[in-house]
């Protein structure tokens, strides 16, 4: 129970930080926009689709995927401001229930990414995109959130581990870059090189783009949504274990 | 140990209680065997340089850091044993202010008596009545990044109350801030300590300890060099001190060795009591050529410096936590 109510206080907590930041905002906002308006309007012309596909319906499944992740990953620069600047020992100072610091954490990067999500669905479908109305949507917005959630998990075992912001920067988004972009989100995995191919094949993140895809287009459950729930458990286990076993070291010799 | 101890154990009840405290760190040694007893009730200073070993007392004492070896009790509780009892009668407040900057100053109280398990309208009357008592109330509504150091350090200082703390934690609560804002910090704690509560601050200003604690222990490199209440502390190094300053700084040792004093900056420091600078004109002079001579009564200052072989920070100088040591002075000690 009180696990129950500090991670609730400390997720509100984590949520205001966000809305009141507008460095932040811009960051989360702004940055998914003009990948959406890159993508679908400069880049887009150049780049082959599947017949019968427009680009735009293959890209907003991908991009909406590569936020989740990416605004998952803001989670190891707060976990280690938090760190550094004292907040997390004033925390662990207090009769808090001891992992609802890291809860807070997640649930607050998890619902985040999934109203990111829902902005970026609509800029989509100013742009063109076509999804099929129906439970498929539902089920993809859920997909994505649990997205958010195992990568959440990871960055915070990231944030945890560095302590430091400015490591946690580059730690927290060097891995980015190579997982959602050498992956089916922007272009067709056919079209690349067969090295990176072979990569992109068994990226997670392709298998998200193409599970949303699926659950948006169609709608159908494909194997890739199974595939994502497996890769989403893999996550969430191997970064919970990371980040409660340092949390619970912490301050031991 | 030198110095004075705080009368009969026995009957005195402790508020914390450290034995043979030891935390390494690879070769540093952050504490290195610290003992420590501080009486209920009181206020009691921890003072010392920077990286004496303040803040990682701080640190063990409120369970943020498990000792590598040795014991401490908060309120009766094993800080390492009972870690989530200690939390429960403990309020922290640091250097860093750890206030969110993002939440109001309300909301910061609010996710504090929350976490200490208060339920919301009891953390409501009690936040706005710490509000109001660290004249906070107007800035209650306002995001904490638009407060000054000031007001931050007392927002902290009254989350740290939120949980109506036995025992309160201050780590160098007014380092970095002005003479003013000090003083007024210094009026709340001395009214927290009134109505009962044990405060424990650390500080590297002599003067604060003076000004605030009823008890004071010295700490250099981990250790407790001497403890006493501030009067006690004074009377060990002497009640005045007298300064020498040679004509020839070449004459600074032997002025020493003859004076029986320490060097401190181009003289010569002798701690004596009150008729005490005839007989030690007697013996240096016609032996080295003074330039100069003064007197002054003992303050905390020379204890420090009698213990620590140092001299103590400046006010106002900005402090960083735990440093590695600085240089280590000579130490010689005078009975």
């Known amino acids: 129970m009180k696990f129950a109510t500090d991670t609730w206080a400390l997720t509100r907590r984590n949520l205001v930080r966000y809305r009141r930041n507008p460095q932040a905002i811009v960051f989360t906002l702004i940055q998914p926009v003009m990948f959406v308006l890159l993508f679908v309007y400069v880049f887009g012309g150049a780049i082959q689709t599947p017949p019968g596909v427009s680009y735009v319906n ?15 990953a803001a989670a190891s620069v707060a976990v280690s401001d938090d760190l550094a600047s004292g907040f997390t020992d004033r925390l662990r100072s207090l009769p808090t229930a001891r992992l609802a610091p890291l809860s807070g954490r997640v649930l607050a990067d998890t619902l985040r990414a999934g109203l990111l999500v829902v902005v970026i669905f609509i800029v989509g479908i100013i742009v063109g995109f076509r999804p099929v109305w129906s439970w498929g949507l539902l089920g993809a917005w859920i997909l994505l959130m649990l997205i958010a959630f195992g990568f959440s998990w990871l960055a915070v075992a990231i944030g945890v ?20 972009f050498a992956s089916s989100v ?68 | 140990m030198p110095g004075a101890t705080y009368g009969d154990p026995v009957t005195t009840e402790l508020a914390v209680q450290a034995r043979d405290v030891r935390v390494t760190y690879g070769e540093t040694k952050a504490l290195d065997g610290l003992d420590l007893e501080i009486p209920a009730a009181t206020i009691h200073a921890i003072l010392g340089p920077n990286g004496a070993g303040k803040t990682t007392f701080i640190r063990v004492a409120t369970t943020l850091l498990v000792p590598t070896s040795g014991e401490v009790t908060v309120g009766g509780l094993d800080v390492v044993r009972q870690p989530g009892r200690v939390r429960d009668i403990i309020g922290v407040a640091g250097q860093y202010a750890t206030v969110d900057e993002n939440l109001t100053g309300m909301e910061n109280l609010m996710l504090t008596g929350t976490l200490y398990g208060l339920r919301r309208d009891e953390c409501r009357a009690r936040a706005a009545r710490l509000l109001e008592s660290f004249n906070l109330a107007d800035a209650g509504s306002r995001v904490a990044r638009t407060y000054s150091g000031g007001m931050r350090r007392r927002l902290d200082l009254a989350a740290s109350l939120m949980g109506e703390p036995k025992i309160l934690f201050l780590d160098e609560p007014t380092t970095g801030l002005d003479v003013r804002t000090r003083n007024a910090l210094w009026e709340e704690v001395r009214a927290i300590a009134a109505r009962g509560v044990t405060v424990v601050l650390t500080t590297q200003y002599l003067e604060e300890a003076d000004a605030l604690a009823s008890s004071i222990t010295i700490i250099d490199h981990g250790r407790v060099v001497a403890s006493g209440t501030p009067e006690e502390l004074k009377s060990t190094v002497g009640e005045e001190i007298v300064t020498l300053t040679p004509v020839s700084e070449a004459d600074l040792p032997r002025l020493a060795e003859v004076a029986g004093g320490d060097i401190v900056a181009g003289s010569v420091r002798v701690g004596t009591s009150v008729a005490g600078l005839d007989v030690i004109l007697e013996r240096v002079v016609g032996e080295v050529p003074l330039f100069a001579v003064s007197t002054a009564s003992a303050s905390l200052d020379d204890v420090f410096l009698a213990y620590t072989g140092h001299v103590a920070e400046e006010a106002g100088e900005t402090a960083d936590a735990e440093e590695p040591s600085a240089p280590r002075g000579r130490r010689r000690r005078r009975s």
Do not use: C
């Not at chain 1, 890739?224 to 989403?232: F, H, M, P, Q, Y």
């Open chain 1, 161 to 180: 581990s560095v302590r430091n912001p400015e490591v946690a920067q580059s730690a927290g988004f060097i891995w980015i870059f190579p997982l959602t």
């Open chain 1, 58 to 72: 293959l890209l907003i499944p991908g991009i909406v995927v590569q936020n989740a992740v990416f605004s998952a």
């Open chain 1, 186 to 253: 922007f272009v067709p995995v056919a079209t690349m090189p067969d090295w990176l191919a072979a990569f992109a094949r068994i990226n997670p993140v392709t298998q998200f783009a193409n599970a949303v895809r699926g659950l948006t287009l169609v709608p159908e459950v494909t194997p890739a949504v199974g595939w994502s729930l497996l890769w989403i458990v893999g996550l969430t286990v191997v970064g919970a274990y990371i980040s409660i076993r340092a949390w619970v070291r912490m301050g031991k010799p």
